[in-house]
Protein backbone atom coordinates (compact mmCIF):
# COMPACT_ATOMS: atom_id res chain seq x y z
CA UNK A 1 0.00 0.00 0.00
CA UNK A 2 3.18 2.41 -0.04
CA UNK A 3 3.48 2.02 -4.22
CA UNK A 4 0.35 3.55 -6.46
CA UNK A 5 1.85 0.73 -9.01
CA UNK A 6 1.09 -1.98 -6.41
CA UNK A 7 -2.46 -0.88 -6.61
CA UNK A 8 -2.58 -1.13 -10.09
CA UNK A 9 -1.14 -4.50 -10.19
CA UNK A 10 -2.70 -6.53 -7.03
CA UNK A 11 -6.18 -6.53 -7.91
CA UNK A 12 -5.17 -7.82 -11.83
CA UNK A 13 -3.19 -10.98 -9.69
CA UNK A 14 -5.52 -11.60 -7.31
CA UNK A 15 -8.00 -11.82 -10.69
CA UNK A 16 -5.56 -13.92 -12.50
CA UNK A 17 -4.79 -16.33 -9.51
CA UNK A 18 -8.66 -16.91 -8.47
CA UNK A 19 -9.55 -17.85 -12.02
CA UNK A 20 -6.48 -20.56 -11.83
CA UNK A 21 -7.74 -21.36 -8.48
CA UNK A 22 -11.17 -22.42 -9.92
CA UNK A 23 -9.84 -23.80 -13.05
CA UNK A 24 -7.78 -26.40 -10.24
CA UNK A 25 -11.15 -27.18 -8.08
CA UNK A 26 -12.66 -30.21 -8.65
CA UNK A 27 -16.37 -30.34 -9.84
CA UNK A 28 -17.55 -31.54 -6.76
CA UNK A 29 -16.50 -28.98 -4.97
CA UNK A 30 -17.58 -26.58 -7.73
CA UNK A 31 -21.55 -27.68 -7.58
CA UNK A 32 -21.56 -26.86 -3.76
CA UNK A 33 -19.80 -23.53 -4.13
CA UNK A 34 -22.04 -22.76 -7.51
CA UNK A 35 -25.09 -23.95 -4.61
CA UNK A 36 -24.11 -21.71 -2.09
CA UNK A 37 -23.61 -18.78 -4.87
CA UNK A 38 -27.62 -19.54 -5.61
CA UNK A 39 -28.16 -18.86 -1.55
CA UNK A 40 -25.84 -15.61 -1.36
CA UNK A 41 -28.27 -13.58 -1.05
CA UNK A 42 -30.42 -14.90 1.24
CA UNK A 43 -27.52 -15.19 3.39
CA UNK A 44 -26.43 -11.21 2.93
CA UNK A 45 -30.23 -10.80 4.75
CA UNK A 46 -30.22 -13.38 6.82
CA UNK A 47 -26.62 -13.55 8.66
CA UNK A 48 -26.97 -10.58 10.74
CA UNK A 49 -29.61 -11.92 12.36
CA UNK A 50 -27.91 -15.10 13.01
CA UNK A 51 -24.82 -13.49 14.28
CA UNK A 52 -27.00 -11.20 16.66
CA UNK A 53 -28.39 -14.79 18.40
CA UNK A 54 -25.00 -17.10 17.68
CA UNK A 55 -22.34 -14.70 18.95
CA UNK A 56 -22.96 -14.62 22.28
CA UNK A 57 -22.60 -17.73 22.91
CA UNK A 58 -19.33 -18.07 21.58
CA UNK A 59 -17.80 -15.50 23.86
CA UNK A 60 -18.32 -17.97 26.64
CA UNK A 61 -15.22 -19.89 25.02
CA UNK A 62 -17.31 -22.11 22.82
CA UNK A 63 -15.61 -20.80 19.82
CA UNK A 64 -15.26 -23.20 17.45
CA UNK A 65 -19.03 -24.31 18.29
CA UNK A 66 -20.12 -21.03 18.08
CA UNK A 67 -18.36 -20.78 14.32
CA UNK A 68 -20.13 -23.57 13.33
CA UNK A 69 -23.46 -23.57 14.82
CA UNK A 70 -23.39 -19.87 12.90
CA UNK A 71 -22.41 -21.28 9.26
CA UNK A 72 -25.28 -23.78 9.69
CA UNK A 73 -27.98 -21.58 11.42
CA UNK A 74 -27.07 -19.30 8.27
CA UNK A 75 -27.14 -21.48 5.60
CA UNK A 76 -30.26 -23.25 7.26
CA UNK A 77 -32.21 -19.98 7.44
CA UNK A 78 -30.83 -18.31 3.97
CA UNK A 79 -32.40 -21.86 2.50
CA UNK A 80 -36.03 -20.66 4.11
CA UNK A 81 -35.88 -17.44 3.20
CA UNK A 82 -35.48 -18.17 -0.38
CA UNK A 83 -38.08 -20.77 -0.29
CA UNK A 84 -40.44 -18.00 1.36
CA UNK A 85 -39.41 -15.59 -1.44
CA UNK A 86 -40.26 -18.09 -3.96
CA UNK A 87 -43.99 -18.55 -2.64
CA UNK A 88 -43.96 -14.78 -2.61
CA UNK A 89 -43.49 -14.49 -6.27
Do not use: E
Not at 15 to 42: D, E, F, H, R
Not at 56 to 74: C, E, N
Amino acid sequence: SLWFATWIIVPFLICIGTVAVVKLLPQSLMNILSWIGGISAAMFVCHPITRKVIIPISRHGDLFAGLLLYIVATIVLAMIFKKIMAQIK
